[in-house]
């Protein structure tokens, strides 16, 4: 007697573990696939980002240097599991994206002279003159990756 009751007991709690276990189960699959839809909306809003700064570098909308700052940090901040080596995909892009990198921007733009800003002006440009052709011919294939991934 003694025994079929602990035998009994110890079926309940087996059952109750088993179904407390399920559901927290069931619990982490929600929150894995919540987690997957905000990474997916999150991947969709940066590629039409980057799309949309591609295509405006193309018709020559927006400067080449400040797009090319843009499509770089974009790229890297894309919350793909294992992302392509970008560098290697789109080697203009980033070296001119390491050429720019090193001028004042905001705040310590606004602390140079006139002719410091000037002079950064030029070089800039003159570093933009170089690579336009370049990193134009790149940004088909940017379009391409980003539609790619959308």
Not at 111 to 129: G, V, Y
Request: hydrophobic letters at 40%; glycine letters at 4%; proline letters at 3%.
């Amino acid at each position: 007697m003694l025994w079929t009751v602990l035998v009994i007991v110890a079926l309940l709690v087996i059952v109750a573990l088993g179904f407390y276990a399920g559901r927290l189960l069931f619990q982490l699959k929600q929150q894995n696939q919540r987690q997957q839809k905000v990474r997916d909306e999150r991947v969709k809003t940066i590629s039409d980002s980057i799309y949309t700064i591609a295509k405006a570098m193309e018709q020559q909308q927006c400067d080449l240097s400040e797009g090319v700052i843009r499509i770089v940090n974009l790229l890297g901040a894309l919350p793909i599991l294992s992302p392509p080596d970008h560098k290697a995909s789109y080697p203009h892009t980033y070296a001119l994206f390491v050429e720019v990198s090193g001028f004042a921007v905001l705040e310590d733009r606004q602390k140079l002279t006139k002719q410091e800003r000037r002079k950064q002006d030029l070089a800039r440009e003159q570093i933009e003159s170089d690579y336009e052709s370049k990193v134009l011919s790149e940004m088909p294939a940017i379009k391409a990756y980003c539609q790619s991934i959308s």
